[in-house]
């Protein structure tokens, strides 16, 4: 997970990112950014979407296509 700061214009930017590795060489990322810091209930609520989030289990076909006996 990466938190950043940064300011355009002025105005402060507030993000957060967080990326998850699904299978060999693909990755899913989260974020979300805010223009206030985040508050309690919003890091709460990041933190129950991160420890809940279960990738989907790819539908694998067998490598052998053989018929069993």
């Not at 214009?9 to 957060?16: K, L, S, V």
């Not at 899913?28 to 809940?52: C, K, N, P, R, Y």
């Amino acid at each position: 997970q990466i938190d950043a700061y940064y300011m355009t214009e002025g105005r402060p930017h507030y993000q957060r990112q967080a990326a998850f590795l699904i299978e060999p060489e693909r990755v899913i990322v989260f974020s979300t950014t805010s223009q206030t810091d985040f508050s309690d209930e919003q890091t709460q609520g990041w933190d129950h979407m991160l420890t809940s989030f279960q990738p989907r289990v790819p539908h694998t076909t067998p490598t052998d296509t053989r018929e069993q006996e």
